[in-house]
């Protein structure tokens, strides 16, 4: 059975869309996510969503890996999984060198490296392993010649909940996802495009599972998207449109938009290179207007409630396992009705 999920932004007001998670645990949300981007954190905000609920699974998507070092991420995760009772998971991503370096003032460097030692520091410490790790990104504890040389191993203090906590990874180019395929339990793509996915990363989650320890069960594909069924559709798609249009257009730079390189991916080379070139020109309306129709549609959840269906069906069928829905009905009481109906769909 897929999962249903719904996603708390980062720019939401969250006095009010954290009442709101309790009425969606009523209505059958599976999973939680918080976002995190250079907002308020989400660990403060998972940390209250896990005491106000009692049975949904809580997601990070995403903590950013070189805002906080391996040791606290773990640490961490092992907190939110206990005061949840098991019910954390933790999301992890490199985020971008515009959010590392222009807010955090840190290097942006070798995101795969990373992830691969975060991953296998974060598992040690909920193994209450004594830390020593001696990678190409981290070496704990420091040594004597970059500190003072009073560093030792230590072992985390608390007995984790769980000694295994489920790890989802963002990832969109080729090497990442072979690699989330590999060690990660779960995969947070974005602008999944059900019909093109296999295309897009077939190659690459292929090759990424036939090094997976078999001990990690199956690989959680976690896709979000926005919803919306009823009236309304034309303006929820031009919603989206911008958004899409955002990234494939503004993200990065030339040459450097990992957004832009999955759309022509997606077999759209012309017309991703056609929106970043209007966008970086200032014109984003016509950035918006220049996307191909079927990438708006195909990685979005809003139309009718037979297109809907038919695209849920063809996500499920690519291989989606946890469907995370962004409902854009303006009312409380439209977003709980929108959670209901995709709950009925799923």
């Known amino acids: 059975m897929t999962r249903l999920g719904i996603t708390v932004d980062y720019s939401d007001d969250f006095a009010t869309s954290a009442t709101e ?18 907002s308020f954190d989400a660990v403060s905000r998972l940390g209250y969503l896990a005491a106000i609920t009692d049975r949904v699974a809580l997601l990070s998507a995403i903590l950013p890996i070189y805002s906080r070092t391996p040791a606290l991420l773990a640490m ?22 515009q959010v590392i370096e222009g807010f955090h003032g840190v290097p942006f460097s070798a995101p795969l490296g990373h992830l691969r030692e975060v991953v296998e520091i974060c598992r040690a410490v909920w193994r209450r392993e004594r830390l020593e790790h001696a990678g190409r990104h981290y070496t704990i504890p420091l040594p004597a010649d970059q500190g003072t040389g009073l560093g030792k191993p230590l072992k985390l203090i608390n007995s984790p909940v769980r000694e295994s906590i489920p790890i989802a990874l963002a990832s969109l180019t080729a090497k990442a996802v072979e690699q989330t395929a590999e060690i990660a339990n779960g995969w947070l793509p974005l602008f999944y495009h059900p019909t093109k996915s296999e295309d897009a990363w077939g190659p690459a989650l292929a090759a990424g599972a036939a090094k997976r320890d078999p ?9 979000t ?12 798609l031009e919603g989206h449109r911008h958004r899409v249009a955002l990234y494939v257009g503004g993200m990065g730079a030339v040459g450097a938009n990992f957004y832009n390189d999955l759309a022509a991916r997606y077999g759209y080379v012309d017309e991703a290179a056609r929106v970043q070139e209007l966008y970086l020109a200032g014109d984003k309306a016509a950035a918006a207007a220049a996307l191909p ?29 946890t469907l995370m829905i962004a409902p854009l009905a303006p009312s409380r009481e439209g977003r709980i009705a929108a959670v209901e109906a995709a709950r009925s769909l799923v």
Do not use: C, K, N, W
């Open 215 to 223: 001990a990690l069960g199956p690989l959680d594909i976690i896709v």
């Open 293 to 321: 129709e079927e990438l708006v549609r195909e990685t979005s959840l809003i139309g009718t409630e037979s297109e809907v269906r038919a695209r849920i069906d063809a996500m499920v069928a690519s291989g989606v396992t």
């Open 225 to 236: 998207a926005p919803f919306h069924v009823g009236p309304g559709v034309d303006q929820a």
């Open 76 to 97: 961490t995760a092992a907190g939110l999984d206990s005061v949840s009772g098991g019910r954390f998971e933790l999301g992890l991503g490199s985020s971008g060198a």
């Open 21 to 38: 998670v309790v009425d969606f645990e009523r209505a059958g949300v599976d999973v939680v996510a918080v976002a995190e981007a250079y």
